[in-house]
């Protein structure tokens, strides 16, 4: 099989969570004991940081990387869903995993896992961390896939531990209060790996309390003590940040919502220099300012055209919809445009009241199965006070918006981050 052959038969051969939703999600760690057994344990071969949380995990473990890869590391990152190509999900200082080591992987290894019948996130997992152990990281950053007690890559025993925050999110799996799904978050945390918690409120602070004193791990709440003094938009779009240990930092993520990302990885650094892991301040900025480039990270309020303004964000629940809906009405333009669709398993219902009802909307379906049918979101739209057209494809959406804007319109993209995927998708195969 070629890369192309291979990555199809992971995805039809495999449960795939992103294309199937609940019937991929496989609890327990059988299957992955199995794996890591038969692989020789790889994960053991390198130092970990373990990244949780309902929003901001991804843009945390990625700057997390480009920290540590400016200090000089070479450095595994383990991150889901892609949004192009597979092969992001597994990076080393950025460079996504070879198409041939993919391929080759499964030629080698399929006479093992198919009698197991792994879903795809295990078996993509030990592929990650097989691969990991054969480059030599120094470190390897690993975001969890769902929760954290059951997920795949609870396995490991890592330096640090960091749970970004917790919101409704996957209650089928993880529970219905806020307290059920931070009791699985909390998971992650190991004996005496202290533990950074970047957001909480009085429903799961106790939960994360009685499970740091269960396991003697160090807990910090980074909301406890602010590192970020200030923010400023610069034209750019970049953040600059006024740290209480760092001086300024400019940030390149531009979301709202990267200032607590921002808190929280400030506090991890903190442990890291604790740890002499880092040892100049340096790097911080570095990495902070590079995250994109030192790590491949796309979607995040990533600006795709000025003349419109075009942005896309894989924002797609409540909790990151909270920041989401105030920056896009926070933008100045003459129409706001906003191609919009969403998934089965999100609280549709929720978002679309925190959706600006001054935009014309270009409803659409993601080409997952669990996209919301492209009709069912515009008649819940119309219940919201929300008008515009159904588009049976994020590009159909996409370029009537792009058609109908003037220069100083808005057009942005999201709600899902398979909605976004598609759009990227669309426009790297038409450039």
Partial sequence: ????????????????????????????????????????????????????????????????????????????????????????????NGECISEQYVVDFVEEERGFFEPLHPSFFELTT???????????????????????????????????????????????????????????????????????????????????????????????????????????????????????????????????????NTNTVLHVVKLLKDMHVIDNDDCVRVGFSNVCESTGLMGRWQTLGTSPLVVCDTGHNVGGWQYLSHQIKAVECKTLRIAFGMVDDKDIEHVMDMLPKNAVYYFAQATTHRAIPVNVVGEKALAHGLHGTCYTSVEDAYEHALADAEKDDF???????????????YKKNNN
Avoid: W
């Fill in 1 to 92: 099989m070629n890369y192309q052959e291979t990555v199809e038969y992971l995805f039809n051969s495999t449960p795939v969570f992103e294309k199937v939703g609940a019937s991929a999600y496989k609890e327990g760690l059988y299957n992955t004991n199995e794996l890591d057994r038969h692989f020789g344990h790889p994960h053991r071969l390198f130092k970990t940081i373990h990244v949780a949380g309902t929003n901001g995990k991804g843009s945390c473990s990625h700057t997390i990387a480009a920290i540590l890869q400016a200090a000089g590391y070479k450095v595994g990152l383990y991150t889901s869903p892609h949004l192009v190509d597979f092969r992001e999900r597994i990076r080393v």
């Fill in 126 to 260: 030990a592929l990650a961390f097989k691969y990991f152990a054969e480059k030599k990281v120094d470190i390897a950053v690993i975001e969890v896939g769902l929760g954290g007690r059951l997920d795949c890559t609870n396995i490991i025993t890592p330096i640090l531990s960091v749970i970004t925050n917790i919101s409704l999110d996957h209650t089928q799996f993880l529970g219905d209060t806020l307290q059920k799904i931070a009791g699985e978050k909390a998971g992650i945390i190991k004996p005496n790996v202290p533990v950074v918690i970047g957001e909480y409120n009085t429903d799961t602070r106790p939960v994360f309390e009685a499970k740091a004193i269960e396991n003697n791990a160090p807990i910090v709440f980074a909301e406890d003590t602010q590192e970020v003094i200030q923010v400023e938009n610069e034209l750019n779009g970049r953040k600059r940040y006024t740290t209480v240990s760092y001086g300024d930092i400019n940030g390149e993520l531009a979301g709202e919502y990267q200032q607590k």
């Fill in 411 to 425: 057009v942005f993209v999201g709600g899902s981050s398979y909605v976004v995927a598609d759009l990227l998708t």
